[in-house]
Nanobody
Framework: QVQLAESGGGLVQAGDSLRLSCAAS????????MGWFRQTPGKEREFVAA????????YYADSMKGRFTISRDSAKNTVYLQMNSLKPEDTAVYYC?????????????????????WGQGTQVTVSS
């Protein structure tokens, strides 16, 4: 069992930055691919970014490339999502997730059903 707790969300203006954190507890953090997803009311959960077990490989949704950066700190069992140049359309609840899989590809890491554990989410609101 892995417990995930997101933090760092809030209300910001367009163009601002935020850093989300996701602290993991439980089983060995380095065994898991970590991902960030987001969801708005009435829509499906959307892939944002993912990072491999050792942090050496990252994946991003096209609309986040160049603005968002995912990273992980194994010593702190924490994964981060640095979000820059935020836009109103980035407004959503952001979730982190952990996947216990040995497969690594965009098709895998961008699929919600491949993740075994989810956090409760943190709200990000970007005003125009």
């Amino acid at each position: 069992q892995v417990q995930l707790a997101e933090s760092g969300g809030g209300l910001v203006q367009a163009g601002d930055s935020l850093r989300l954190s996701c602290a993991a507890s439980g089983r060995t953090f380095s065994n898991y691919i970590m991902g960030w997803f987001r969801q708005t009311p009435g829509k499906e959960r959307e892939f944002v970014a993912a990072i491999s077990w050792n942090g050496g490989t990252t994946y991003y949704a096209d609309s986040m490339k160049g603005r968002f950066t995912i990273s992980r700190d194994s010593a702190k069992n924490t994964v981060y999502l640095q979000m820059n140049s935020l836009k109103p359309e980035d407004t959503a609840v952001y979730y982190c997730a952990a996947a216990l899989t040995r497969s690594l590809s965009m098709a895998v890491v961008s699929t919600t059903s491949r993740y075994d554990y989810w956090g409760q989410g943190t709200q990000v609101t970007v005003s125009s």
